[in-house]
């Protein structure tokens, strides 16, 4: 006599882990917020500054800068969290390939960093002097500039004269800038107890020797002060990049570990289909 199929014994039955299934949608959940976050105060950013200012240096513009990263930090935690919560390999694929790649980028950006040091600190140099010819034209960049002067006691590129490659501080007879041949108020040397910074300090320290401008502000370039920052802070600088790789590596395990599980229900599904009128399976 034949035996009735047990419709819960096989049907009911599934290899899609909720708890993996929901992890990874709320780990790339948290993510996509934080991009969401990043492009609003990047679009913010844009939006408040002067059209003029906001075209002259968008190669070197911090919020345009935040909006990309933004943007690809979105699109990639998009399809890791529709990808979850629908339970598309598709998607989840697309999401462990970029994120696979981003990995890859960094981990071959370090090497070559580490290799090409010279190489690498060219670069670094024509985007300091980029940044220093458009100091005055994004408020951002700016303040950006002035904050890394102050905090490592530095001034320029390679040098407090580097600042002559900025139209508002060149030491050129015919600029008629009133901080002709003078420097950033951040490149000064200030005492603790200042209670107001004078930010015309810098004025004519572009015409002073260095040991002369060496009495008011930093002489010494922040290319040097940030690879002697970098040198002593290897450990710090390991524990960051650790710190931007466990997501990253954790997020492409979730998702292969899922997708093997969905392809598995689906070959699940298919048997079950296949033997479904056979009453004697």
């Not at 959940?29 to 913010?44: D, K, L, Q, R, T």
């Not at 000064?188 to 300090?201: G, R």
């Not at 008011?216 to 002060?225: E, L, M, Q, R």
Request: aromatic share 10%; net charge negative; proline share 2%.
């Amino acid at each position: 006599m034949a035996r009735r199929p047990n419709p819960t014994s096989k049907e009911d039955f599934s290899f899609v882990s909720p708890i993996l299934k929901y992890l990874l949608f709320i780990f790339n959940m948290i993510f996509w917020v934080i991009a969401m976050i990043m492009i609003s105060i990047g679009v913010y950013a844009r939006v408040t500054k002067h059209v003029e200012a906001a075209m002259a240096c968008l190669a070197v513009d911090p919020a345009i800068l935040l909006m990309i990263i933004g943007i690809v930090m979105f699109m990639i935690t998009f399809c890791g969290c529709v990808g979850s919560l629908r339970e598309n390999i598709c998607l989840l694929q697309m999401f462990s390939v970029c994120l696979t790649i981003i990995f890859l980028l960094q981990l071959a950006s370090g090497v070559l960093g580490f290799v090409f040091s010279d190489k690498a600190r060219e670069k670094v140099s024509e985007i300091i002097n980029n940044a220093i010819v458009h100091y005055r034209d994004d408020l951002d960049l700016q303040n950006l500039i002035d904050y890394g002067q102050q905090e490592f006691g530095c001034c320029g590129g390679i040098s407090y004269k580097d600042w002559s490659q900025n139209i508002y501080f060149n030491c050129s007879a015919e600029n008629p800038s009133r901080e002709r041949c003078s420097v950033p108020f951040s490149c000064c040397l200030h005492s603790t107890d200042e209670a107001v910074i004078n930010t015309m300090c810098g004025q004519g320290m572009q015409d002073l020797d260095y040991v002369k401008a060496g009495v008011f502000i930093h002489t010494n370039g922040c290319i040097d002060k940030l690879v002697n920052w970098i040198h002593g802070n290897l450990f710090l600088l390991g524990g960051i990049a650790l710190g931007l790789a466990i997501p990253q590596l954790v997020g492409i395990l979730l998702s292969q570990i899922l997708i093997n599980q969905i392809k598995d229900q689906i070959e699940l599904q298919k048997y079950n289909l296949q033997h479904q009128a056979d009453i004697w399976h």
